[in-house]
């Protein structure tokens, strides 16, 4: 018997429905379903899982397709940002949120993705560091040769504390203000 994320993605592109049938066959069938996304809350070591309907061609380190995207609760430093973005344009960090996300084919790949997301932003890697240690340890699954990076996290998620909600820069008098000065202008 097929459940209703087995049965939503049986018209969606076989670039993106394979990957789903990936995550569907380790944690089941999702908890959400929508026309174009299968969404796992808090499967294994994820804030949640999110399989879509679209589905990106990505290169790095070889062509290949994105479409299953493993969230994380995490803490970014503002400037740690633009190495990630740097480092991997799949790599997706949700500040206000507190979240950081890897999109790739499977949660192998994820996993490679945010582990050294993370290492870049404890300074253990650099950028160029991280692009050549994702490219041996992805030929290394190639070769069937140990692949420490892909298998879990090496590191312990965040948890709802890791948004970062910003600081204002406007007060309430300079709201009000603004206010009375577009009431006067109405």
Sequence with gaps: MTGK???RMADWPEES???ARLV?????EPDEVSESELIWYKPGPWKRIVASKAFY???FPAPHIDAVESVIDYRVPVEKV???????????V????GEVSARCHDEQANFLALNLMHDIVIGAKDVEQARAYYA????????KKPTPYMERLHFAPGDRSAADPDVPVLSDADLAAAA???EAAG
């Design 5 to 7: 994320g087995s049965q």
């Design 17 to 19: 429905r394979e990957p």
């Design 24 to 28: 569907i066959d380790r944690y089941g």
């Design 57 to 59: 061609q990505h290169n």
């Design 82 to 92: 633009t190495p990630l973005v740097a480092f991997d344009g799949s790599v997706v």
């Design 94 to 97: 949700e500040r206000t949120a």
């Design 136 to 143: 041996k340890e992805f030929l290394d699954y190639r070769r």
């Design 180 to 182: 009375k000065e577009g």
